[in-house]
């Protein structure tokens, strides 16, 4: 028999609510993490659509009076989803309540005020709290003010070659503008900058990143870039080398690139053969027709790897599922975060609720939470990169030792 939850095991509550009203939606969401989880939980994230923005603070305020958590972190964005629904198009609000025993979280910010140091490693350690027994750090930012492409990498290797530093996360889309967005970390409220919680102790969190793009042609090597513009690949003009790979393929797979053309660049240039996962895939911003050059939004070097790949439903699908299934082998997550780009969803699947489905379907029911980003945070190959076109997932379950103490409960409870 199995031993019941008690105040010592972690738990999770998740609630939705489609409220057009902020203060309704507010009320709505506490009281169903109330009735779930109680009070006193140790952290809530609250995802509210833009339609919330300027009630938010309001609305947050009412969800920590209810459930009093000891750390409390809220974003804008264009969508959000929750529970098993994605709410796009119109207005929602989601939350995940966890209680973490055993668990330190450190909230932590870095605004154009008082920005992380990104050259100094220990200023950046101690700036996300980082311990020996970190298990990840939860980040969401605003797009217009944060140099997320070098913030990120030194964040991630602020702890030096030996061991780098797990970052979840998503770049707020609820706003077309600078200053629009609302970022709120307990009581402060921030138009700008990046918050996060970061996680120590008696708590395992797993990754899923599906990026849900197809290969298209073979892997070539860039010879020559200039800035964010590949110039040639494989000593060749890049633009005539596109023009080769796309005049090879079927019709089906030309059509995929209506929906825009990608760049992958290999992770880990001593892996072959390359598969599904080994490219950091990017957006082809455009072409300069004078040098035959193609901008993608990084910055490529000489030498690297790279793949043309084009967005696909299908292929989406499948690598969703392909990865659920080395979590399906592993206990049951007691929460979870969904980071989604704005790009999926009804816009790539034709359908809505696709990626909370197939989820919810494989490792529900779960509570879950999160929101369509302008840029999601997560580990491929070990490392956390800024992506583009994926779904960046964090399942948090009980270590390994609580399961062992857990069980250890249950059969001396069986044998009483």
Excluded at 1 to 24: F, K, Q, Y
Excluded at 82 to 105: C, K, N, Q
Excluded at 135 to 142: F, Q, R, S
Excluded at 286 to 303: H, N, W, Y
Aim: charged letters at 20%; proline letters at 7%; one cysteine or more.
């Amino acid at each position: 028999m199995t031993a019941p939850p008690t105040a010592a095991d972690p738990s999770a509550a998740s609630a939705v609510s489609g409220h057009l009203d902020t203060r309704t939606a507010a009320t709505e969401i506490a009281h169903e993490l109330h009735d779930s989880i109680g009070g006193g939980c140790d952290l809530v994230v609250v995802c509210a659509s833009f339609h919330h923005r300027a009630a938010l603070p309001d609305a947050l305020q009412t969800i920590r009076q209810t459930i009093t958590p000891g750390t409390s972190l809220a974003v804008t964005a264009e969508a959000v989803l929750g529970g098993e629904r994605e709410f796009e198009g119109v207005a929602g609000m989601t939350a995940l309540a966890m209680r973490l025993p055993g668990v330190t979280i450190s909230p932590w910010t870095s605004t154009p005020e008082d920005p992380i140091p990104l050259k100094q490693p220990a200023a950046i350690a101690s700036r996300i709290h980082l311990t020996h027994d970190l298990k990840c750090t939860i980040m969401v930012g605003d797009p217009f003010s944060t140099p997320i492409a070098r913030l990120l990498p030194a964040i991630v290797g602020c702890d030096g070659e030996t061991r780098r530093i797990p970052v979840v996360g998503g770049m707020a889309s609820g706003a077309s503008q600078p200053g629009c967005n609302v970022l709120i970390l307990d009581d402060r409220v921030f138009p700008a900058g990046v918050i996060g919680v970061s996680l120590a102790g008696a708590v395992d969190v797993d990754f899923v990143v599906s990026q849900g793009s197809r290969p298209i042609g073979t892997p070539l090597v860039v010879t020559q870039v200039r800035g964010n513009v590949i110039t040639e690949l494989g000593g060749r003009p890049a633009l005539a080398v596109l023009r080769s790979v796309t005049n090879d393929l079927k019709q089906a797979e030309r059509q995929m690139l209506n929906k825009g053309l990608l760049l992958g660049t290999v992770i880990d240039e001593n892996k072959r053969p390359l598969g599904r996962g080994d490219f950091l895939v990017r957006n082809v911003l455009g072409f300069d027709r004078k040098s035959e050059g193609i901008a993608v939004g990084d910055v490529p070097r000489p030498g690297q790897t790279v793949q043309f790949h084009a967005r696909d439903a299908a292929t989406a699908a499948e690598d969703l599922q392909l990865l659920l299934d080395a979590q399906e082998l592993k206990p049951r997550p007691f929460g979870g975060l969904l980071f989604s780009c704005n790009g999926r969803g009804q816009r790539l699947f034709g359908r809505p609720d696709h990626d909370i489905s197939i989820i919810q379907d494989r490792l529900g029911p779960l509570p879950l939470a999160g929101f369509f980003a302008a840029g999601e945070i997560g580990p491929i190959g070990g490392t956390a990169h800024l992506h583009g076109h994926t779904a960046a997932l964090a399942l948090f379950r009980t270590p390994a030792a609580g399961r062992a103490s857990a069980t250890g409960a249950a059969g001396k409870s069986g044998q009483a």
